[in-house]
């Protein structure tokens, strides 16, 4: 019998972990690149803290190209539980952004429907971002994610900007910060995962 119930517990591992592996292989599959564009450089770097995690981003061409919208997002905790949200969260920024909402609107728009989705004691952290190539600006919403990290003409380092984490409050409003765009600019967006472990005089590269 103790040998019959060693061999059932290996068996559950293994399912877990197919699970896990199989969790993996979708949030993977759900992230993408927009198309390459002659006036921006895009790169990104997604390493879950397991097999699956709470993190993704979506990245959209818009206005013919012209405006790129893009989103980061932090959901709390690990393994199959939080990738569901992934998914579910992926989903919903899908149908944010064939929405026309200005930035502040969609981030609105997110935090509602999130707290329809998480159960409690879930939310997430969010960063919505906009370059915008005929305004020449760089546009950001703040939900939880507090921190941008800019490597640019007149600043360098991280800018601080408050905001309530998605799912906690469905009233909550998200103010929209500015910045000009020049030739050369470079714009860090990261989950705090990583940005935690930035020292706070880095100095990012141009």
């Not at 993408?32 to 879950?48: G, H, N, Q």
């Not at 818009?62 to 959901?75: A, E, P, S």
């Not at 944010?96 to 997110?110: C, F, G, I, T, Y």
Request: aromatic residues 10%.
């Amino acid at each position: 019998p103790a040998l019959g119930l060693a061999a059932d517990g290996r068996t559950r591992e293994l399912e877990a972990l197919r699970n896990e592996q199989a969790a993996k292989r979708v949030q993977e599959a759900l992230l993408s690149l927009p198309e390459t564009s002659d006036y921006l450089d895009i790169a990104v770097l997604f390493k879950p803290f397991g097999f699956v995690g709470g993190d993704l981003y979506f990245l959209d061409w818009r206005y013919d190209g012209n405006l790129l919208r893009g989103f980061l997002v932090d959901i709390t905790g690990h393994g199959l539980e939080t990738a569901l949200y992934s998914a579910s969260l992926h989903v919903l920024l899908r149908e944010v952004n064939e929405s026309d909402l200005p930035l502040s609107e969609a981030m609105r728009w997110l935090n509602r429907r999130c707290g329809a989705y998480f159960l409690e004691g879930i939310f997430a952290g969010a960063l919505g971002f906009e370059l915008d190539m005929e305004t020449r600006q760089l546009r950001w919403v703040c939900a939880g994610l507090p921190e941008v990290w800019l490597a640019t003409q007149s600043v360098c380092g991280a800018i601080k900007s408050p905001g309530m984490f998605l799912g906690i409050q469905a009233a909550e409003t998200f103010d929209v910060h500015t910045l000009p765009l020049e030739v050369g600019d470079c714009f860090y967006f990261m989950t705090d995962g990583l940005s935690d472990l930035m020292p706070s005089n880095i100095q990012m590269p141009l």
